[in-house]
């Protein structure tokens, strides 16, 4: 899941938010104290470029700093195609850094082994194992200890975008069954030619293809990762799923590869937001966009719907989203640690979660009153949340690219057959764990 970035900005913007500089550092030791002792502390604290999240942060150190007077957080913003390169050769190779790291959960796998982050005390990682959702802190373990605190449930599966118009249109109505959906989707499609006028279900992108081949597998009762760690997806329940989605790009023609091979003027959910695609399975976060972007009315234009299952087993894969971890080299750990605490606070996190229209890490704030009034179309959402299993502990990334190069090699012909292809795509996904 990607979440919304700015491609457009292409230097690093830093916010100050005191006259402080440094990373961790102690200022004029006359100066007051940061936790009882002698100086005020500036704290560094890196993030990715996202204007909810980043007005979200803002706001929340401003408060933290006027509760927590001599402790300062420097907050410096970097493009997302940039960040987690920076973040790898800062923590991995110990050149500068911060001392606060925003981290997409699936990073957190190659540092948590190096003694690179701060392990979580004992106490708090029992509290953030027994409040949160397991898929939120799996890739942020290693060997017993909690390496960062989970602000969010990253999820791509379970629901999808619908507009309503093209759905109207067409005379039909939001499907609840898997068959209803391909039928609905096939209904919808539009063509000029060869050319697509309206698409009817677009999955195809970097997040979905991926989520969906893992879910499809289990809804069938089936796994993609065997006892021991390793990948399978050689089963029948895998080539029957790896098929099933591959059959709407290249039998029922009611989407195409654009979306993981480039030449889009827009992504497939920002189509759907322009009247140029009917149905997109993607994660809460598109909405904001479709509404401030687009202008367009959820409930009237559009809808957040559930996503029909595709099998008799309600289950998917849920990878762990944003985080905040500490630098092991940070020198005012005792503050660094002050501030993630406060972020993890239940008024906090529910604030940072319905500003960036994101499901909170939290059970107890995702199935809250105050959140659903806020969000009410992530209900369709909260209510399966228990039906996730975690990923797994690998970079999902390099998953990611796995499957959707071998998912657009196979629908362009490049493999003789399903079983040629997953063999390969077994055999390459099983590398990554190496």
């Avoid at 491609?7 to 990373?23: D, E, F, K, W």
């Avoid at 002698?38 to 999240?53: I, K």
């Avoid at 098929?243 to 992504?267: F, I, S």
């Avoid at 479709?290 to 289950?315: N, R």
């Amino acid at each position: 899941m990607k979440k919304i970035v700015s491609l457009l900005l292409c230097v690093v913007l830093t916010i100050s938010l005191t006259a402080c500089s440094g990373s961790g550092k102690e200022a004029d030791p006359g100066q007051g104290t940061a936790s009882g002792g002698g100086g005020e502390v500036t704290l560094t604290m890196w993030a990715h470029q996202n204007e909810p999240w980043n007005a979200a942060y803002t706001d929340a150190i401003a408060a933290f700093e006027a509760e927590n007077e001599g402790i300062h957080i420097q907050l410096e913003l970097f493009p997302y195609d940039e960040f987690e390169a920076k973040v790898q050769t800062s923590l991995i190779d110990g050149e500068g850094g911060a001392d606060i790291y925003e981290m997409w959960g699936g990073w957190a796998l190659d540092f948590t082994p190096h003694n690179t982050l701060l392990a979580m005390p004992d106490d708090f990682t029992a509290r953030i194992q027994e409040e949160t959702y397991a898929p939120t802190y799996g890739a942020l373990m290693n060997e017993g200890k909690l390496y960062g605190v989970p602000l969010e449930f990253n999820i791509e599966n379970g629901a999808m975008l619908v507009n309503l118009g093209l759905l109207e249109a067409n005379e039909l109505e939001v499907p609840t069954t898997w068959d209803e959906l391909k039928s609905a989707a096939v209904a919808g499609t539009v063509y000029d030619g060869n050319v697509f006028q309206v698409k009817g279900f677009d999955f195809v992108n970097w997040d979905s293809v991926p989520y969906y081949f893992l879910s499809l597998i289990l809804q069938q009762g089936s796994n993609y990762l065997t006892e021991d760690g390793r990948f399978d997806v050689t089963t029948k329940e895998a080539k029957k799923a790896f098929d099933e989605l591959a059959a709407m790009v290249t039998e029922d023609k009611v989407t195409d590869l654009e979306g993981l091979t480039g030449g889009g003027d827009l992504e497939g959910y920002q189509q759907l937001f322009a009247g140029r695609c009917m149905m997109v399975p993607r994660g809460p976060w598109t909405i904001s966009e479709g509404i401030e972007s687009f202008g367009m009315e959820l409930g009237t234009d559009f809808d957040y719907a559930a996503m029909p299952w595709y099998g008799e087993k309600q289950g998917f894969a849920s990878e762990t989203g944003w985080s905040l971890a500490v630098s092991a080299s940070c020198k005012e750990q005792e503050a660094a640690m002050k501030f993630i605490e406060y972020l993890y606070e239940d008024e906090v996190m529910l604030d940072l979660n319905i500003r960036c229209t994101q499901i909170p890490s939290k059970r107890s704030l995702a199935e809250s009153a105050e959140y659903q009034e806020a969000m009410p179309y992530t209900k369709v959402l909260v209510d399966i949340l228990d039906q996730a299993q975690f990923i797994g502990s690998f970079n999902t990334d390099r998953l990611k690219e796995t499957v959707n190069d071998t998912f657009v090699g196979y629908c362009s012909g490049d493999y003789a057959s399903v079983d040629e292809a997953v063999e390969d795509l077994n055999t390459k996904l099983n590398a990554i764990l190496e």
